[in-house]
């Protein structure tokens, strides 16, 4: 028998009543907002029959909102789709000028580049 525990699942998201990973932090992020806006709303000087029902009904249904996304995306889910959602679906081009300058910019880059290095371990030397 081994000395040394082992601790599986350590690279395991977290999941709190269902939320996984960063739908917690929203999920809170959003009741600090609900819990502000209260105050707000109260030192203003609006009945509490009237707030109280507004931020229940707004935390409600922003918490089925987080659960929804939680369940429907996954962890890493939301953040790929967002990032899916900013890819052109196509990208045209009216002449082949751009791929074939790209070689020589590349060339030019490296060449320029070197020259720095060349320059940079001389100075050094020196």
Known sequence: MSIYRINKGVSKSIVFRGLKAQYIAYLAIGLVSLLIAFAVLYICGLSLW???????????????????LSHRFGEHGLSKHLARRQLPYSIWFNSRKLFTDLTKRSDLLST????????????ESK
């Open 50 to 68: 009237m707030i109280l029902p507004l931020i229940l009904t707004s935390g409600m249904a922003f918490f089925y909102g987080v659960s929804w």
């Open 112 to 123: 320029a580049k070197n020259k720095l290095l060349t320059k940079n371990i001389s100075d």
